[in-house]
């Protein structure tokens, strides 16, 4: 495999390296692509389906519908209702990954809890279950590939930073990079949360530094900040996504002083949804 390529930018006076894991495919891109790395070196023969379920704007969701489709498995995915407006729209990561093949399955809000955990006992061996966000063991060897990638670039930086969600990618970033620190932070939730989602995956290694936001976002949720950070890096020349890096991005900033290596997390195909929000809001270009 060709290692994604590292682009140099110069943001506030500052100069940062950028691992362009956007750039592996269009849409089986960023951390989702390394978290998948285990099942795209699966024998297709393996599996005939894969099954997983979450949110329906999911950057994770679109991943696996782009390796299904490479795979030639069966997708299905359940998420709760949907709203008629996003059954419509032609863009956007729920229209792509339809477009890919991906069969969508609603359950009722009153039924999802126990549904989703029935899933797990009526899988057959021909079926894989992908938990919510790819959260899971499955995502340890691709970030192995990552982090010897990263080794081999041989910079002299020797910081990453990479946002989190569940923290799966960070956690066995950093666990696999003990020489690097690996600077995070809490996208999704507080940081209370997050610890303890990285804790059901493994031990939190003490080269993570878990930065706190000095004010509380909410997870996909316009603000003016983020969409001036957004702008800031599109025009050093590399889109990033709209929910996880500008917050990243602003704690940087903010928060660190040595160089560091940004890990491109990808999402830059919901971006096209979030910036309609941004615009109805009228914080638009
Ligand atoms: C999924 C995602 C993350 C979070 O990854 P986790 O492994 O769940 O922490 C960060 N950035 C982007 C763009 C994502 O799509």
């Not at 023969?45 to 997983?52: A, D, F, L, V």
């Not at 923290?167 to 620190?181: H, V």
């Not at 940081?191 to 993570?208: D, F, G, R, S, V």
């Amino acid at each position: 495999m060709i290692p994604s390529p590292i682009s140099k930018i110069s943001l506030e006076g500052r100069e940062f390296y950028v691992k362009r894991d956007d750039l592996t495919d269009t849409f089986l891109a960023g951390n989702k692509f390394r978290k998948l790395h285990t099942l795209l070196q699966t024998p297709n023969e393996k599996y005939t389906k894969i099954i997983s379920y979450g949110g329906t704007q999911s950057n994770a969701m679109l991943a696996i519908a782009a390796l299904c489709k490479r795979k030639s498995w069966e997708f299905i995915y359940y998420s709760k209702p949907l709203s008629q407006t996003i059954k419509e729209q032609e863009y956007g990561n729920f229209f792509l990954a339809l477009e890919l093949g991906m069969k969508h399955i609603e359950i009722e809000h009153t039924l999802y809890r126990d549904f989703i955990a029935s899933l797990r006992v009526n899988i057959d061996e021909k079926t894989f279950l992908i938990d919510q966000g790819g959260a899971s063991v499955l995502a340890e060897e691709g970030l192995r590939v990552l982090a010897t990638e990263i080794r081999d670039a041989n910079l002299e930086v020797k910081s990453l930073a990479i946002p989190s969600g569940t923290g799966a990618t960070a956690l066995f970033l950093a666990q696999s990079l003990p020489e690097y620190k690996v600077y995070t932070i809490a996208c999704v939730g507080d940081t209370e949360y997050l610890k303890e989602q990285m804790k059901a995956l493994a031990h939190i290694p003490e080269n993570l530094i878990i930065l706190e936001s000095d004010k509380k976002y909410h997870f996909a949720k316009p603000y003016p900040e983020f969409l001036e950070i957004y702008k800031q890096l599109l025009d050093v020349g590399i889109e990033f996504d709209l929910l996880y890096a500008p917050l990243m991005w602003k704690a940087l900033l903010e928060q660190v002083d040595e160089n560091v290596l940004y890990i491109h997390s990808g999402g830059v195909s919901g971006n096209i949804s979030m910036l309609k929000r941004y615009e109805k809001k009228s914080l638009s270009f």
